[in-house]
């Protein structure tokens, strides 16, 4: 059976640069020692905003678009703001999407090797 420290030392370790929002049912699941279960969830859950990022960024890329359409059409000032503004924020949510799904399914994956690894010595 794994220690309670080490799974406490991983979570620490793995996600002390980013804000992992887990929810009442994945602790649950952790006192529960249902590891594969909330391995499972996390990695399902991290895949969902990855798919909500991939579309909120191509949705400002499409605004960005639009905006640069509007500037051409009307020569405004304020469309290439607005074109410049939502190229970044589609560029950003895109990049932190990415960067969050990459570690949670990486994380998983190494806490997923380190259970397997830990009931093989254990058995």
Avoid: C
């Avoid at 020692?33 to 905003?49: G, P």
């Avoid at 909120?56 to 678009?65: K, R, Y």
Wanted: hydrophobic share 50%.
């Amino acid at each position: 059976m794994i220690s309670n420290d080490l799974i406490k030392n991983f979570f620490e370790e793995q996600f002390e640069d980013i804000s992992p929002f887990f929810l009442y049912k994945d602790h649950q699941l952790l006192k529960e020692n249902k590891f594969q279960e909330f391995i499972e969830r996390q990695l399902i859950k991290s895949r969902r905003r990855f798919i909500f990022g991939i579309v909120s960024s191509f949705a400002g890329f499409i605004l960005a678009l639009t905006y640069f359409w509007f500037y051409f059409e009307t020569s405004e000032i304020v469309h290439v703001i607005n074109a410049l503004f939502w190229m970044v924020m589609g560029a950003g949510s895109l990049f932190w999407f990415s960067r969050q799904y990459f570690i949670i399914s990486s994380s998983m994956a190494l806490f997923q090797k380190m259970l397997t690894k830990q009931n093989t010595t254990s058995d």
